[in-house]
T-cell receptor, first 114, second 115 residues
């Protein structure tokens, strides 16, 4: 079982609010990722990190930001939420540094912006 | 362009029946292919990984095949159970030094197993 945790699992907020989605893993993985997934659709990479103080934007443009101050922690922040940000956000980390690494996913954070 | 195409998009079968899900890819150069199972509202979980030299691999009632020449993979589920109802995602990894060793996600096949 993967030791990667996301909070909150569900969040309903109003437009313009600032929110932070938390992601923590206890496996010591260097690589961590944030994906966005709309219902019934594929996952899209929005941010990734290869280690402490390393963050990069993914393939899908996103207005969110991330930080990686500690290996185990990779929070995602929306400064001003909008209804278009309504989606499921999945955090993942990789088991090893090679391309064969298995992605371990958290349970996801389902965000609804009213 | 690197792509992963899955079929069918959705599938409904009766409990106890077998089914096969397809994954075609154009990712090159190819490193490996993984099948993930994603229950509704949860994160995906890896079922199996196929590397270039592997043709078939089993994980319980799940059997994955890979034909690297035709760039096709399949996931066969035997004696389906209600708990198999989920989305099955094919993810292909290539070598390009990109964000994740170039992980390309398919859109998934949504499987519903009915009693």
């Amino acid at each position: 079982e993967a030791d990667i945790y996301q909070t909150p699992r569900y969040l309903v907020i109003g437009t313009g609010k600032k929110i932070t989605l938390e992601c923590s893993q206890t496996m010591g993985h260097d690589k961590m990722y944030w994906y966005q997934q709309d219902p019934g659709m594929e996952l899209h990479l929005i941010h990734y990190s290869y280690g402490v103080n390393s963050t990069e934007k993914g393939d899908l443009s996103s207005e969110s930001t991330v930080s990686r101050i500690r290996t185990e922690h990779f929070p995602l922040t929306l400064e001003s939420a909008r209804p278009s940000h309504t989606s499921q956000y999945l955090c993942a980390s990789v088991r090893d540094s090679g391309n064969t690494g298995e992605l371990f996913f958290g349970e996801g954070s389902r965000l609804t912006v009213l | 362009k690197n792509q992963v195409e899955q079929s069918p998009q959705s599938l409904i079968i009766l409990e106890g029946k077998n089914c096969t899900l397809q994954c075609n890819y154009t990712v090159s150069p190819f490193s490996n292919l993984r099948w993930y199972k994603q229950d509704t509202g949860r994160g995906p979980v890896s079922l199996t990984i196929m590397t270039f030299s592997e043709n078939t691999k089993s994980n319980g009632r799940y059997t994955a095949t890979l034909d690297a020449d035709t760039k096709q993979s399949s996931l066969h589920i035997t004696a389906s159970q209600l708990s198999d109802s989920a989305s099955y995602i094919c993810v292909v990894s290539g070598y390009n030094g990109g964000s994740q060793g170039n992980l390309i996600f398919g859109k998934g096949t949504k499987l519903s197993v009915k009693p």
